[in-house]
């Protein structure tokens, strides 16, 4: 049976093949339903699968640590395009398996959406299990952020293998006394950075420990709810760090970790905790400092991720933002940047995006300073109008353009810098109608 | 008196999907017409305040553990709120607010939180925990007199039996029940709902409406609000009461 499910996979990935469709998804929805939901059973995977899942920065981690295996001489298989849930990965492994399902490989790195972790890995036996953070980002697919949690704690509970948590995300930390039994859970921490704050900058969750209901108590903030944390009832937060990132200067940017010191290319706090879970999953397989400098300072990304265009003469950032966390994030490099600029935010409400969009609420706009002009756009252009006038800003100097090519030309009819927010599935029509712009009235890409 | 004074409790456990905006949005719609409005905070193991002395009490929603950690809190509460609403106290109830003073919820593990039984209505979770009622929700209200559709977002597991004064009838999502007809409850004093967003963004006549009933709780004049320039927040409802009716 399985012979001929893997065949029927094979065929549906060479059909889009011949078509020149992406083989991303489909392959494994088809055999999604052969299989009455089990698609990732039939493969026979004899490596060591790592996983990375959480709200924020799964896609950077996992390359990482893909890229740490590669450079050491491993053979590597890797969800590049992101294609996170059992279906994407069935396609995945539909794509480099034998006719019997076999996976020839020294490792599986698989980037994995949050809620897909127990339902893949009760199929495929996981080694390591690494987990960033947990932020409200598309909570009307998952349910509540606890429902979710409590899923890939219901995972852990039987789990051995090694876990890897963010130590300074409570709402991480708590998956490592799932299982009282595993003796391979080990934290990543960070100490606190030049903008680490006393008391919380940003709305957000997990501010009470899960085990007994007393409020966390808190050292320092990093950024929303991400700190050093500690239950002063039942100890919570009270672990000994695997990895620590200590020394973090981000205006070079370096911090070091188990006595190296790093410089990435991203000068951002969170890009530091990603660096550091890379760094841990490095010290865990024995993956030298040399490797893993040359993975860490050369990572960069080009997505939508302070990605700078000219429109003409004037400079322009685009940032993605799926949730407040990265949306607060934005607007703090925005107010630490001198002189006037402006604001172009495009907010959607796909399916991909969670067609909820009262996250926008949880970003904090009080802090504006000298934006001189905001302007929205996207499927849900009123929304963010909205929230942003409601934040106490003139109303008069906003702007609502649903159609992003108008908004674009509305953005560069002034001087000065630029800012742009997108949300996920935003992005990408942002980037092409700023590309379009400047085909059309000059500019550069960089 | 151009002042109104609101409790805003359990803030730091109750506040999903921008619930706390809708304090925000009642704070700006007060100051634009120079209302002074005061907002304290209520939380677990606060000292009890005197709650007949608020013109408004607002609880928004949260998830099931949440709501397990504040019912312990909220009974110690129950005489304070009952007493306030009987005197006049306008109570705003989002979500998880609404249900607690129902007479019970049961939650999708099965586990009962009694509710304050302010009002007759009662509510059980859905076990299946993907069955939720999640979308946009559009419902037509007569509260101002006028027919009025409101637009918001709901996501509850919860089903909400029992309600005698609902806030509207349902004309897109879900309401009180999967594919009910009827969305919250309504009081000339209380306006709970299911609806967030928040419920009160693009809204304006659910926030002048709560604005007017506070002001005037103790005297016998109608205030008439001065009109504030709402476009933007009646092309936002448009926009979608135009997509989800398919208008």
Not at chain 1, 339 to 367: P, Q, R, T, Y
């Amino acid at each position: 049976m399985n012979g001929i499910l893997i065949i029927i996979g094979k065929l549906a990935v060479a059909i889009l093949r011949l078509f020149k469709r992406n083989a991303g998804n489909l392959p494994g929805i088809v055999l999604w339903h052969l299989t009455g939901g089990k698609c990732c059973k039939m493969f026979r995977v004899s490596c060591p699968i790592i996983a990375v899942t959480g709200t924020n920065g799964k896609t950077s981690v996992t390359n990482c640590i893909a890229q740490l295996f590669e450079r050491s001489g491993k053979k590597i298989i890797i969800n590049k395009e992101g294609n996170n849930l059992d279906t994407g990965i069935c396609s995945l492994l539909l794509r480099h398996c034998s006719f019997t399902g076999k996976i020839d490989a020294d490792y599986l790195i698989l980037e994995t959406d949050e809620s897909h972790v127990p339902v893949v890995y009760s199929q495929l036996k996981l080694e390591t299990l690494v987990v960033l953070n947990f932020f409200r980002d598309q909570l009307d697919r998952n349910g509540e952020m606890e429902t979710l949690i409590q899923k890939i704690n219901g995972f852990c509970k039987t789990f051995d293998g090694n876990l890897l948590l963010n130590g300074d995300d409570p709402n991480t930390a708590r998956l490592g006394r799932a299982n009282p039994n595993n003796k391979n859970v080990r934290y990543f921490h960070a100490e606190p950075y030049a903008f680490a704050t006393k008391t919380i900058f940003e709305a957000s969750e997990g501010r009470f420990c899960p085990f007994c209901g007393e409020p966390l108590e808190y050292e320092y903030y990093q950024y929303s709810h991400i700190g050093k944390f500690k239950c002063g009832k039942c100890g919570f937060g009270d672990y000994v760090p695997y990895i620590t990132a200590e020394k973090i200067d981000l205006e070079k940017p370096v911090f070091t970790a188990d006595g190296h010191e790093y410089s990435p290319k991203l000068n951002s706090i969170y890009n530091i905790y990603n660096m550091t879970a890379v760094a841990g999953a490095a010290k865990l397989y024995g993956i030298g400092h040399k490797i893993t400098d040359s993975v860490i300072s050369e990572y960069t990304v080009n997505n939508g991720r302070m990605e700078t265009f000219m429109l003409g003469d004037r400079r322009t950032t685009l940032n993605l933002a799926k949730n407040p966390v990265g949306a607060n994030m934005t607007l703090r490099v925005m107010n630490e940047m001198r002189g006037e600029k402006e604001l172009l935010f495009v907010l959607n409400d796909n399916v991909a995006d969670g067609l909820d969009v009262s996250w926008i609420w949880d970003i904090n706009f009080s802090v504006f300073e000298r934006v001189a002009r905001v302007i929205t756009s996207g499927t849900r252009a009123y929304d963010i109008a909205v929230r942003i006038k409601c934040s106490d800003y003139p109303a008069e100097n906003i702007v609502v353009r649903p159609d992003l090519d108008d908004a674009v030309t509305e953005l560069a009819a002034t001087d000065g810098r630029k800012f742009v927010i997108a949300n996920y599935t935003a992005v990408q029509p942002t980037r092409s109608a700023l590309k379009r712009y400047i085909e059309k009235h000059g500019g550069k890409h960089e | 008196m151009n002042k109104i004074k609101i409790l805003h409790m359990y803030a730091d456990m109750l506040d999903l999907y921008g619930d706390s905006g809708n304090i925000e949005i009642i704070s700006y719609r007060c100051k634009m017409r120079g209302i002074e409005c005061i907002v304290d905070k209520y939380s677990i193991d606060s000292e009890q305040p005197d709650f007949s002395s608020y013109d408004l009490i607002y609880i928004g929603g949260g998830a099931d553990l949440e709501q397990q950690h504040i019912s312990e809190d909220l009974q110690k509460c129950g005489d304070g709120i009952t007493a306030a609403y009987k005197n006049g106290t306008f109570l705003f109830l989002i979500c998880g607010g609404y249900q607690l003073m129902g007479k019970h919820y049961r939650d999708a593990d099965g586990v009962d939180i009694p509710g304050l039984g302010l009002f007759d209505y009662y509510t059980i979770a859905e076990p299946n925990r993907r069955k939720r009622c999640i979308g946009n929700v559009v419902i037509r209200t007569e509260f101002t007199g006028k027919t009025v559709d409101i637009v918001g977002f709901e996501n509850h597991g919860g089903q909400t039996q029992g309600v005698k004064t609902p806030l509207g009838s349902v004309l897109y999502g879900h309401g009180n029940c999967t594919k009910s007809s009827h969305e919250g409850y309504f009081e000339k004093n209380v306006i709970a709902t299911y609806m967030h967003g928040p419920c009160l963004a693009k809204n304006p006549e659910l926030s002048d409406y709560i604005i007017g009933y506070c002001l005037d709780r103790d005297s016998n004049e109608k205030t008439v609000l001065n009109d504030l320039d709402d476009k933007l927040e009646k092309d936002c409802r448009q926009v979608m009461i135009d997509r989800l009716l398919n208008k």
